[in-house]
């Protein structure tokens, strides 16, 4: 479990999941390392190199199920709107240009930093949870598993293994 202060929202929140989305729904920096297993809210530790407190919100699913609910997330986030600021951008997911969205993404689209906290937050929740790990067989022996769906949506297999940090 983490150590230090509980976050605040964990008073009027369930889970890490909804606490995240709600947070960058009022506009608070979500910030995930995938790398560290950590999240952050406005820079309050929530997950701390994989250690938290409550539950995290993300039910435990076998690896393929886990990286089609990855895909359907990246899928919202790639086609997502823009709202021009630091919270837009992630440093492990792409998402299309503000001119590369069509009339129907920009009018329909998620806003990004919502679809990037969702996306973000997921993968690290299904990394925790043991949904996904070096060893599942889409993963094994590999570098990273790349979407057939989304070539640009890849899982580097280093942020499956909670052992190394």
Sequence with gaps: MCHGPRHPFFIEMKDIFSIALEAAADGMTVDIDLNWHTLAINGGSIID??????ELGVAHVDEHSALAQIEAAYAA???????HSPR???????ALKEDELTDSQYVSGDDRPLARCRLE?????????????PQGPQMRG????????????????QWLDLSAH
């Design 142 to 157: 590999r570098w990273f598993w790349q979407s057939k769906v989304h070539p640009s949506l890849v899982i580097l297999t």
């Design 121 to 133: 937050t997921l993968t690290l929740a299904l990394i925790l949870n043991g949904s996904l790990t």
């Design 49 to 54: 190199h994989g250690q938290w407190q409550g």
């Design 77 to 83: 986030f790639h086609v997502s709107v823009p709202e």
């Design 88 to 94: 837009d951008r992630s440093r492990w997911f792409k």
